[in-house]
């Protein structure tokens, strides 16, 4: 069996909506709002909240993977991990990275390229006490990234927390909290026929204001 597939006939046509100058808000986190409303009311994602992060590693090479995001503010994007993962060491080396969101069902991504950055502590705290006793127990088992000999060795050390934290509180740990990314450009893409795709970008001016720009497709 040949170990290759031609996908040149791969085929969508994009008609479902239209991204305008005229139609979109001064400020990029508000058309953000207005699509990811719209996407969970279309109720044809599973998580619309997933995106997809990239990093610069400490190899030199960009690595993507797909995390989820948790809240966001006027300010920026927020999703939590483990500081001593291979994208916290990255992210400590060089800041910059790009995150995008792709939502198939209504033809739309989300493009953002911004600077991440630890939030506070006291956000890290709450947002690891709103978490599921198994997820809290989870993020300190795991010592993210590392390479770990097998699944029984990460189960037996998971029975060994729930052991020791048996009707204990469980208390975040310090190498594990919240990134919030704050962007420089967000591209919004809307697909349409015959590849003339809408692509709408925001980029932040010295004086905070965000510059609108229309790029081909």
Known sequence: MKSEKDLSDYRKVYEKSELLET???DNPIQLFQIWFYEVEKSGGVDEANAMTITTIGLDGF?????VLLKKYTEEGFIFYTNYN????KAITA??????????????RQVI???KAEKISKN???GYFESRPRGSQLGAIASDQSAVVSSREELESALKALEAE???????????????IIKPISIEFWQGRPNRLH???RYTLQKDYNWKIERLNP
């Open 23 to 25: 139609n979109v808000p």
């Open 198 to 200: 809408d692509r709408i």
């Open 165 to 179: 934290y048996e009707n204990k509180e469980i208390v975040r740990p310090d190498y594990w909290g919240g990134y």
């Open 62 to 66: 960009p690595k993507n993977r797909v």
């Open 123 to 125: 956000l890290s705290d």
């Open 85 to 88: 993962s291979e994208k916290g």
């Open 94 to 107: 060089n800041p910059n990275v790009c995150i995008s969101f792709f939502w198939p069902n209504i033809e």
């Open 112 to 114: 953002v390229k911004g």
